[in-house]
């Protein structure tokens, strides 16, 4: 059974950096393919970023592309999701998420899920 663990959310100022980890144990998350998801507070959940086994990336959010990069790192077993120029448009809880077929912005389509984490951007 996949289990995924997130870590690394905290507060954080406006122009800030964070970066998130996505830790999986039962199986090799590189056979999977591994997407971030966020909530912010009374709006729905929306796809940030998404990893493919082949390591290749797929962005889902328009408001993120040049500030937010996801990576895994195989002999760690973890998907990072590095944050840089932090908003406060970007609070929320953030989740990571994984399938055994390919990248999707359709949360209902990922079998896996951590328990999230919460990220807080404010001055």
């Known amino acids: 059974q996949l289990q995924l663990v997130e870590s690394g959310g905290d507060w954080v100022q406006p122009g800030g950096s964070l970066r998130l980890s996505c830790t999986a144990s039962g199986y090799p998350l590189a056979g999977y393919a591994t997407a971030w998801f966020r909530q912010a507070p009374g709006k729905e959940r929306e796809a940030v970023l998404c990893?493919?086994?082949?390591?290749?990336?797929?962005n889902f959010a328009e408001s993120v592309k040049g500030r937010f990069t996801i990576s895994r790192v195989d002999a760690k077993n973890t998907v990072y999701l590095q944050m840089n120029s932090l908003e406060p448009a970007d609070t929320g809880v953030y989740y990571c998420a994984a399938r055994q077929n390919g990248c999707t912005d359709t949360g209902a389509a990922y079998g896996y899920w951590g328990q999230g984490t919460q990220v807080t951007v404010s001055s």
């Open positions: 990893i493919r086994t082949s390591g290749q990336s797929r």
